[in-house]
């Protein structure tokens, strides 16, 4: 059974530049995160989709987007690229938008230079 | 705002020298706490997931228990296979039927042939 796949690993972005990251969830799953991890500041939440919609988002500013297909793939972009958006992105995905073990991806580095 | 602590930040033990991992939490009214696993350059990897104050859950060598104000990830003569950082979550009942973790920082554990 494949993983959460999110592509690509690497990234090094020029400050104010955007960027798109790819999350393909465990098939079957409909819901998926997506979280920024930091040395600083650890893993926050960025926003959680659940069959196209966005339920939730967390306290990141405007620059932070993101969407869902229906087959349930996700993406989000950051724009006007920051060295402060340097990070580990990951995303998750479950079957339900539940508590129910959710499996993370190997994340996406972005540096941002 | 639900905060979470881990407790130590790092810790170094002898193969075969149990201990346990704390992380205490305040939030206003906890669906479920979790527990990760993160290796160097991975996404985190799904442990236990606890829902009331005196559950406990075990794997291998590894429990999880939860009171009313944390909870203890306790490691019964570790191997260094299981070094790495431990990550604890919860979510809270406000955002029930959207997921959405907040993270303690980590304990980053070493365990010592």
């Known amino acids: 059974k494949a993983g959460v796949t999110q592509t690509p690993r690497y990234l090094i972005k020029t400050r104010g530049q955007q960027v798109t990251l790819s999350c393909s969830p465990i098939?079957?799953?409909?819901?998926v995160s997506w979280y920024q991890q930091t040395p600083g500041q650890g893993l926050q939440f960025l926003f959680e989709?659940?069959?196209?919609?966005?339920?939730n988002k967390g306290n990141f500013p405007g620059r932070f987007s993101g969407r869902q297909f229906s087959n349930s793939r996700s993406e989000m972009n950051v724009s006007t690229l920051e060295l402060g958006d340097s990070a580990l992105y990951l995303c998750a995905s479950s079957f339900l938008s539940d508590n129910y073990g959710y499996t993370f991806g190997s994340g996406t580095r972005l540096t941002v230079v | 705002e639900d905060q979470v602590t881990q407790s130590p930040e790092a810790l170094r033990l002898q193969e075969g020298e149990s201990s346990s991992l704390n992380c205490s939490y305040t939030?206003?009214?906890?669906?479920?706490l979790f527990w990760y696993r993160q290796d160097p350059g991975k996404g985190p990897e799904f442990l236990f997931t606890?829902?009331?104050a005196g559950e406990e859950k075990e794997k291998e060598r590894l429990k999880a228990t939860l009171t009313k104000k944390e909870s203890f990830l306790h490691i019964t003569a570790p191997k260094p296979e299981d070094s790495a950082t431990y990550l604890c979550a919860v979510q809270t009942s406000e955002r029930a039927g959207s997921y959405q973790l907040t993270f303690g920082k980590g304990t980053k554990l070493s365990v010592i042939p």
């Open positions: 098939s079957g799953h409909r819901s």
């Open positions: 606890l829902y009331s």
């Open positions: 939030v206003s009214g906890l669906r479920g």
């Open positions: 989709y659940f069959s196209e919609t966005q339920r």
